[in-house]
């Protein structure tokens, strides 16, 4: 996400009536250690921002209270261990697992830093919207072969994005391997995850 990106979300949130920073404020002003209400703060909020946002999902708005609260909250803080921080972190992870178990769990087969598998969910999401068999199966394998995630099962795939094709042609697929794509198929999907790539000097 660019300046411009984060800019223009502020925006959108600020006019849901819960803002980020309207959720950062109530939180701050309790115990830190006392975080019960963390998960209904975060519905309220998702429920203002999806009035204005529809297209705004869980993981977006997680990700951006995130940034908002490390602003906030990490500071002043010399060094990067801050418990309090750490654990409203935790607390969001649990209400996003909540919300979304099979996402929670596909983010177990990426193999990418936590603050980016958001960020890589929402890339496959674009790539996979619409796709089945092949197509699928070859995003995938390219993800597996570029080290961002091992194999993920036809059952998680098809819960998170979606009908996806079937289970045995997904499977027929990635059993063919990247050899049997042309080149150019490869590459283009490469280009698409270029920022989650590692490029060899």
Known sequence: MNDNDWDERCEIIRRSGLTEFAVVRRIEHNEW?????????M???LESVLRYSPN??????ARDVKRVLK????????GRDNPKLNYIFKKIDDWVN???PDVASLYEYMQVDDEKKPMLLDRLRK??????GKDVALTFLVCEHRSLMTRPPHKILASVFGDIGSKQGYNEYYKKGLNYFTCNEINSIEKQLSNFLIVDN
């Open 33 to 41: 250690n006392r975080f019960a209400d963390v998960g209904k703060i």
């Open 43 to 45: 519905d309220k909020g």
């Open 56 to 61: 705004t999902t869980i993981h977006d708005f």
């Open 71 to 78: 602003i906030h909250l990490n500071g002043p803080i010399v």
């Open 98 to 100: 909540n919300r979304e």
């Open 127 to 132: 790539l996979i919207n619409g796709k089945k």
